[in-house]
């Protein structure tokens, strides 16, 4: 994993997720660059990685991109300081213009006017806030009375799967519009959320956690939200009528196996699939496993489904390129893990396989943009970009200190 991965954020993965989005040549993305007085950020040319305007200074110690306005004048940055920031960025001259105290950190935003900024927090504070980045004041705020576990959206609403506020249980959809008005739909097929739970193993308590998937459709019509165990909400986004489904689902073998939990997460490739993964996590004899979901495409007609291989974890969609990647860490004992994947693997929407690049190995894309894929090393100072549309080395760039990527698309 990345070292200074903590230091700077997680999350900073932007993915091009919608089914239309076309891809295109990057000419610039923004950096965020660890220094002996914090983070820094600035604008880097997206083939060489080299500074093409001035810095941004005293982003503290942890920082993010929310995302742009339209034209992609400014920009919105979270950061750690007081709890959690929002600070906003003049893109153009790269100088900070003031800030908003926002807990719980940013899932997903909707930026589609110049004086309404619309985010969805999360932490166990989670809420829809409305913020005016010309004021920089919060206009108005809607608390989700629990944690968001997934999220999913398009240029005009935000799809959030909210668990519990205790515990695992059913959860809610929260339907968010570009100007801040929220929708509830109950989910009582799709569990949700994290428990703590005694054991009799070497470790007294177990935290145990439920993330299912939730995907929107190109037309923003439907979202579909899927648990681990093959529960499906269908939701109709006008009118918020759900029509509950099953998958085929793959469970654990009982025995000296104790689930701890399941994560999925979903994409809406076209009119009529959606490609699924995610991890599960187990006890075996008081020692903690993962494995990966694998990658499965999902026929909404029928809701059948096909597997394209075991080894997956993550997904993006780059518009015409289903790209699948990801890993787990297996302990080793004494502290000691190893890395277990199967390298970046590019998909036709049929789920025809077009490349298969870094075979054996546990990769995770610092940042899309693009047609454009970039790989860090260990330090975040080495990248190798992948153009994402046929499996191809475009090049390595190489930056002074570690470094995180954020893309500048509006996707």
């Known amino acids: 994993m990345l070292k200074f991965a903590s230091l700077l954020l997680a999350g900073t993965l932007l993915l091009a ?6 891809p295109i040549v990057p000419q610039q ?36 991109y929310v995302g742009s306005s339209v034209g992609g004048a400014r920009g919105a940055i979270s950061t750690a300081e007081r709890g959690g920031t929002l600070r906003f960025l003049d893109l153009r001259r790269m100088r900070w213009e003031g800030s908003v105290p926002v807990a719980g950190g940013v899932r997903a935003s909707l930026w589609n006017y110049a004086d309404r ?28 009375r629990g944690p968001v576990t997934a999220v999913s959206s398009t240029t005009e609403e935000l799809v959030a799967v909210i668990a519990p506020l205790d515990g695992i249980g059913p ?14 739909a109950p989910l009582p097929q799709i569990r949700s959320g994290g428990d703590v739970v005694e054991t009799t193993g070497p470790e007294p308590f177990v935290g145990l956690f439920e993330q299912p998937a939730v995907a929107v459709d190109p037309l923003g019509k439907r979202a579909v939200a899927i648990g681990a165990d093959g529960s499906v909400a269908d939701v109709h ?25 399941h994560a999925r997460s979903a994409r809406w490739i076209d009119a009529t699939t959606i490609a699924l993964t995610g991890s599960d996590g187990w006890l075996e004899n008081g020692v903690q496993r993962w494995a990966p979901a694998g990658l499965q495409l999902v026929d909404v007609r029928g809701w059948s489904t096909r597997t394209l291989d075991s080894t997956t974890t993550d997904t993006a969609f780059t518009g015409t390129t289903l790209l699948a990647f990801g890993g787990y860490w297996v302990g080793q004992g004494e502290g000691v893990f190893r890395a277990v994947g199967d390298g970046f693997a590019g998909y036709t929407r049929d789920g025809a396989r077009t490349f298969h690049v870094f075979e054996g190995r546990l990769v995770m894309p610092a940042c899309i943009s693009g047609i454009y894929a970039y790989f860090a ?35």
Do not use: C
């Open 17 to 22: 997720t919608g089914a239309s989005a076309k």
């Open 29 to 64: 993305l923004l950096g965020f660059v660890a220094g002996s007085s914090g983070v820094s950020v600035v604008k880097l040319d997206a083939t060489t990685l080299r500074p093409v305007s001035k810095r941004a200074t005293g982003a503290g110690t942890s920082a993010s």
């Open 117 to 144: 900024l619309v985010v969805v927090t999360g932490g166990p504070t989670a809420a829809v806030r409305v913020i005016d980045p010309i004021t920089r004041k919060i206009r108005a705020t809607y608390a989700l």
């Open 171 to 184: 959860s809610r959809l929260a339907v968010v519009d570009d100007r801040g008005r929220v929708r509830l």
């Open 237 to 261: 986004l006008d009118t918020l009528a759900v029509t509950a489904k099953t998958l085929p689902s793959r469970t654990l073998a009982r025995g000296n196996k104790v689930a701890i939990g």
């Open 377 to 411: 090393d260990q330090n975040g100072t080495q990248f190798t970009i992948v153009n994402t549309q046929t499996g191809a080395i475009v090049g390595t760039a190489q930056t002074r200190t570690p470094t995180a990527l954020a893309s500048l698309f509006r996707f």
